[in-house]
């Protein structure tokens, strides 16, 4: 099965800091990458998602981007954290139909 | 919009009974819905998937429902243990590249 490898796993950044979370994943080829954000008490909030190497779609307007350089290689960036930044976001591999992968996480805190 | 509800933030229940957590969704179509399970500060790990033509599934000591025409799901875990204290995540898919989550239910098995 897959391994979705995330760091760090928390992280505190002063507003106006840049960002940059990698994601990478083992156990499979080409595989369809998503970044979610989850609020305190609240759902997983898709951010991007990607289907392959350098194709990346955005599902909600925002201070964030992402890239894909690799197959297997997902990153989510920020030139400049706002508070509204903070939060746990998560790494998924997911294929149509079949269960999601997810990684550990990475607990960001904006100051 | 796509609305995912999932049943009251948080459910306490007496080991050995049986738990049910309630999915339902609006201005929605899935093709499948899925059960994941989060423990606090993990990402969330899949337990169940079922079809749009399919009523019922099993696994072990969970029991997962789905009715297209109430559009919603019910997910049971039976002689509950307080291992099964976590986090409880629906997630609906379609035909398209995305999985949209609930808030999830939050359960806590008391021994």
């Known amino acids: 099965s897959q391994t979705i490898h995330q760091w760090p796993a928390t992280l505190v950044q002063p507003v106006g800091s840049p960002l940059s979370l990698e994601c990478t994943v083992e156990?499979?080829?080409?595989?369809?990458l998503y970044w979610y954000r989850q609020a305190a008490g609240r759902g997983l909030q898709l951010l991007f998602y990607?289907?392959?190497?350098?194709?990346i779609s955005s599902e909600v307007p925002q201070n964030l981007s992402a890239s894909r350089p690799q197959d297997r290689q997902f990153i989510l960036s920020s030139k400049k954290l706002l508070l509204s930044d903070s939060g746990f976001y998560l790494c998924?591999?997911?294929?149509?139909?079949?269960?999601?992968?997810f990684g550990q996480g990475t607990r960001l805190t904006v100051v | 919009s796509q609305k995912i509800e999932q049943n009251s933030e948080a459910l306490n229940i007496q080991e050995g009974k049986t738990a049910t957590l309630t999915c339902n969704y609006t201005?929605?179509?899935?093709?499948?819905l899925q059960w994941y399970r989060q423990d606090p500060g993990r990402g969330p790990v899949f337990l169940l998937l079922?079809?749009?033509?399919?009523k019922e599934k099993r696994k072990e000591r969970l029991k997962v429902t789905f009715d297209t025409t109430l559009k919603q799901s019910l997910f049971h875990i039976t002689a509950s243990q307080p291992a099964d204290s976590a986090t409880y995540l629906c997630?609906?898919?379609?035909?398209?590249?995305?999985?949209?989550f609930g808030a999830g239910t939050t359960v806590t098995v008391r021994a």
């Open positions: 079922i079809r749009e033509n399919e």
């Open positions: 201005n929605y179509s899935p093709a499948y």
């Open positions: 998924a591999s997911y294929r149509l139909n079949t269960e999601a992968f």
């Open positions: 990607s289907v392959g190497i350098g194709q």
């Open positions: 997630a609906l898919g379609g035909n398209d590249y995305k999985l949209s």
């Open positions: 156990g499979t080829s080409n595989p369809n």
